[in-house]
Each structure stands twice: as structure tokens, then as C-alpha cells.
């Protein structure tokens, strides 16, 4: 990859001037959806910068590892291949508690279909459930109580975007960026809660979806070693 500059794009020569030769292993892209990437192959050898100006600077930088946000079927963790939603590679690793974004899933929101998160140690043991629907709300131990009125209006003809959040022991969940339940964990659900770092989906299918967020997120093997998964 390189990054060419002149003396009429001051720019682009300060970025070349702050990369100089540091190594760079990744490259995060937001909001370009509709927009495509090119690779240039980086030349193996670079000549120092010329003296002059006015003539174009060259700035090696190392092969990137280009990461974008992107959309991922939440494939039902209750089968076999991941023992029942026992096995840790059939997991997402994020930490909830620190997150400002949340977990994002795309469903079709149903009166008694519960939407259904199991909730994992960093261990990979299972801490506890986060069902809901738009008739009610469960933390395992911690909630049970009925929808608000407020969820119900926002549901979306077809699939509907929320984002479950457990930021500083928080429970939320949000639609179009507005919090439509909220409540504060204490005593012992949130210290229990508080140990929350990965989660897997239970009882959705593969044509919903969830947000994977390289810059916060890791997926376990069975991502990893189907490459279908990836939606489009």
C-alpha cells in the first residue's frame, strides 16, 4: 500500500510525515456501506524522500489487515456441533459491561417469540439468560416483567434493529438510538451480571443477524470456519 503526496496536497504529506515507516496492522472502516475497497500491492524496496518539493514522496507502510463492521447470521446455539450452547467457540467475546455499542441484532419481534441471549463468563461458563419479546422481559434471577408499552410502538414492519446494552451494569435496550427499557443491576445480579464477556444466540435463526464489530468483538471457530456465514 502507499500513500503518494506533492507539494499541492499538504494533506496527504503530513499523513506520510506521522506514518514515516511504523507498522500498521489494520484499517477500520465506518458508515461506507455501498462504497468498495481496492488493493495496490506495496513495492518491496521505497527510495528515500527526495530533497525537492515539488516532486511526489513515496511512504512505505506495512500490508494492512482492512476490518469492517459487518453483518452476521445469529445462528442458533442450541445444536450438537455447539454441545447445546456449551461450546465456547460457538461464542462472541465482547465486553458488555465497558461497550458503549452494545450488542445490535435484527430480528422479527413477536408477541411470544422470545429473543433469546445466553449470557457466558469469560471462561466461557454460563452465567445466565436475556429473553424478550413484546410482551415481556427476562434477566435470569435479576427480571421478569412485563414489555413497555413504548417497545411495542417501535417494532418495525418486517425485521426490527435493537441493541441490547449492559453498559456499567445497565440493562437496556435501545430502538432507532432511543432507550425504551432501562434498568440499573445492583447488589448481586450486578456483580453476578458484571462478569458477563461473551454471549451466543439461542432460538433465533440464521436469517437474523447481529452487528460484528471488529474493534470489540471476537468470534469462536464456528464463525471462523464458515465462511458462508458471513451475510451479504
Not at 429473553?131 to 414492519?157: M, Q
Not at 447488589?187 to 458484571?194: F, L, P, R, S
Request: proline share 4%; net charge neutral; aromatic share 10%.
Amino acid at each position: 500500500m502507499r500513500v503518494t503526496t506533492t507539494s499541492e496536497n499538504q494533506d496527504y504529506r503530513r499523513i506520510a510525515e506521522l506514518w514515516g515507516d511504523a507498522p500498521i496492522d489494520r484499517i477500520i472502516f465506518r458508515h461506507m456501506a455501498g462504497f468498495y475497497i481496492r488493493g495496490i500491492p506495496g513495492e518491496k524496496e521505497t527510495s528515500p524522500p527526495p530533497e525537492d518539493s515539488t516532486t511526489s514522496i513515496t511512504a512505505s507502510i506495512t500490508p494492512a489487515l482492512i476490518v469492517i463492521d459487518k453483518e452476521v447470521p445469529t445462528c442458533n446455539c442450541w445444536t450438537a456441533e455447539c454441545n447445546y450452547c456449551n461450546n465456547v467457540e460457538c461464542t462472541v467475546q465482547q465486553d458488555l459491561i465497558t461497550s458503549n455499542r452494545g450488542l445490535q441484532v435484527t430480528t422479527q419481534l413477536k408477541w411470544k417469540k422470545l429473543n433469546t441471549i445466553v449470557l457466558y463468563d469469560q471462561d466461557g461458563k454460563s452465567i445466565g439468560h436475556f429473553r424478550w419479546s413484546l410482551s415481556a422481559i427476562y434477566l435470569t434471577g435479576c427480571i421478569g416483567c412485563r414489555a413497555p408499552r413504548a417497545l411495542k410502538r417501535a417494532r418495525a414492519e418486517g425485521k426490527t434493529t435493537w441493541v441490547f446494552s449492559l453498559k456499567d451494569s445497565v440493562v437496556q435496550i435501545k430502538i432507532n438510538g432511543e432507550v425504551l427499557y432501562e434498568l440499573k443491576l445492583v447488589g448481586e445480579c450486578k456483580e453476578v451480571y458484571g462478569r458477563v464477556r461473551r454471549y451466543a444466540f439461542h432460538g433465533m435463526t440464521c436469517e437474523d443477524t447481529f452487528l460484528f464489530v471488529p474493534s470489540e468483538m471476537d468470534t469462536g471457530l464456528f464463525w471462523e470456519t464458515k465462511p458462508n456465514m458471513i451475510a451479504d
